[in-house]
């Protein structure tokens, strides 16, 4: 058998064993649930699994960790660890971990959590939420992928501490009460933010980070560094490993100390994938110094791999253990060559630039097509900020070592590591105010992604360093040849990739382009965006406002997620959070052309910080009312049907109010009445146009009894409808399929974003988000549905 049949054999091997573990642990999984089902309330036991993250309003310059001895203090509002389910009123339960979050009274103190701690409380747990839309973060494969089953939300005075013995490991309580001396040591020597960012990048505790400061560096393709990566793991291990040589220790001995900081280390920084990739990584190439075996990195890598993979088979599907392997295995595969070509530069840039070109080329398609990011200025910003975040790794370490001497050594160590720290930030926010250093790009087909990393991986094979030996043999001969041979083909393959790209791009321009419609799930409240030829967009409600980043908002998500940067037009059909909350994170994360509202006068105001809002942003709002006609392109033609003006309800003002607009393109027209109740409806009902049958509809307050689902049903008499509340309304879905046989009615809280393609002449398809499979409409509407043309010609 020749060396290159035995790593097939191997790899064979492994992969059939891979496979029968991740089965087991997804069945084991899979009965975990089966036993608790979502939602059951009761009495839990729980063991605490990891040091617990401390939330707290921090001002500029703050210096505390929320922490004051065995108690945390007045102004700590929350705090989240991950939790090991124990006992369900009484009851064993099998091993599941639960992701909790137990808030705390304002001003009043409660006992420090730590691993190890166990803790009741009388609540439910929960199955986490599910991306619901399109381009939308998926808490639960997150949580899932970590092997998390469960989220508990407790309040003040549902949870109490146990004072019993702590459980858990040993040396794990140790490696955390290391953890949290280090971090009241950074807080001591360093204010906020300065604090929260070096807690990131040496112990992984990134929660107390800025919002404005995270953005920066995600724009600019740096985030990484704001949490222990692969990166920083290696370093610190070479750092001791060297710091131990030149103090003398021998080789062996040095490697032995190194390995036990290393599994400190890893252990203090909570263990996320990249991390233990690295930490295991280090360890294994510490044990060949240790045994005196020679170092392969392309065989560490592969081991690393599979003990981790065989540990925990979810890790595989964990998109941060994803990055960290491709950007290593771009490293090694092609740093050493790109670095031989850059010599000319000299050996510290070359290699810096060699680095830092190969692990974002391996990672750019990836990232761009989950993240909807490609900055131009990834590799300029990478090349000037990680050299910065080595030199405040190295100081942080130093500040650490000098606190534990004496606190002036720390003083003196803080002031050069937050000048530092302050660099890397300034050099983050200056490349992330270039001009187009967003580089939005929207979501790659699935095959896309596909072929690229298979000629990624091909790529990498036909590339991998290797030594070539004194006397080859002749299978090593003809596996070199092989090598050359696949080396020339993956020029060729790599243009014709180029060229499908290019095709798919060019049949995208000259095709007929439809309107695309897209019905998100945003709990109980509304948004609907559609996207008409021309690359014109007007979105319909916003849905509830979010806090944190705006690209995380379900609206700008979608948005990311279809490329979109500029929306043209906004129907902010009612006052409610519900419907118009999200605007700001809308005016946030895009550029906005024209904001229709209702004109209500003083019956039902719109907030007056969402107007300051569009204000600042050089929005002027136009208030609309019945029988105005909107200046919309791309085929959009669309009328207010209500308000009227004069009309005053005698109950909910701010629902009967809504802002009614009938959309028409080509065949198809679109209803979305807001939130109309009985009196609102009845007064839409009197005009003629409001009673022309409807393709689409929006239900009147989101299908809720409130919103008349049978007067709405016999008098729009509409071919599909959508429900768009938080929960699913049966009854009133009866009542839509009643009024007109073959009527079809979605619920977004059952089946998610509801997307929709139409032609000019009535022709074309919808899906589901939970379904995902493509369903068409005929082009000519059944007998009964009605022309549009009478409103087509006014």
Known sequence: MTPFQKKAAWTLLGSLLFAWRFQEARESFREGLEVLPSGSKGLYQVLVLEEPQVLFPREKGHRGTGREGAWYRPEVTEVRTYCLLLSFDGKPLPALKVRCSFRLSRGIPAPVLSYGDSVKFFGKVQVPRRAMNPGQFDYEAYLRHKGVAFTAFLG???????????????????????????????????????????????????????????????????????????????????????????????RKGAAVCSLAGLACFVCMTGADPPVCRAGLFSALALGAVLFERRVRGGTLLLATAVVLAFLDPFVVLDLSFQISFLATTGLMAGAPRLGDKLASLGRPLAGLVATTVCAQLSVWFLLAHLFNQASPYALLANLVVVPLALLATLAGLALLAGSALHPGLGDLLGEVCGGVLAAMTACAGWVASFPGGEGLVASSPALFVLLFHVLLAATFLAFWPESFPENPSVSWMDLRRRKLRVRRWMAWAWSGFALLCAAYGLRLLLAPVPLKATFLAVGHGSAAVLEA?????????????????????????????????????????????????????????????????????????????????????????????????????????????????????????DNNLSLAVKIVFGRTSFLFPGDLEKEGLDRLLLSPASRERVDWLLAPHHGRTSGEPLLSAKAFLPRFTVLSDSRDHPESAEHFRGASPGARVFSTAKEGAIEVEVREDGSGRWRSFREGDWKAIPGTPPTGWGAKVDFIEK
């Open 156 to 250: 003040p005075g549902q949870w109490t501490k146990e004072e019993t013995r702590p459980g858990g490991s040993a040396l794990l309580r140790a490696c955390y009460s290391l953890k949290r001396a280090a971090e009241t040591a950074l807080c001591r020597h360093l204010p906020y933010p300065q604090n929260a960012l070096l807690d990131g990048i040496l112990l992984g505790e990134k929660s107390s980070i800025p919002i404005e400061v995270m953005e920066h560096f995600f724009l600019t393709g740096t985030v990484h560094i704001l949490a222990v990566s692969g990166l920083m793991t290696a370093f610190v291990s070479g750092v001791l490993f060297l710091l131990l040589r030149s103090l003398g220790l021998p």
């Open 533 to 653: 030829p021309g690359r014109r967009v007007l979105v319909v409600d916003a849905g509830r406002g979010t806090r944190g980043p705006d690209r995380y908002h379900p609206l700008v998500s979608y948005l990311r997620h279809r490329g979109i940067r500029e929306v043209d037009w906004v129907l902010a059909t009612h006052p409610d959070s519900d419907h118009v909350g999200g605007l700001a994170n809308l005016a946030g994360a895009c550029r906005l052309g024209t904001v229709f509202f209702p004109d209500t006068g003083e019956a039902a105001p719109f907030p007056e910080n969402l107007l300051e809002r569009l204000k600042k942003e050089g929005i002027q709002p136009v208030p609309s009312r019945k029988g105005q006609w909107l200046p919309l392109a791309g085929g959009l033609r669309g009328e207010v049907l209500h308000p009227d003006g004069i009309f005053v309800p005698g109950r909910n003002p």
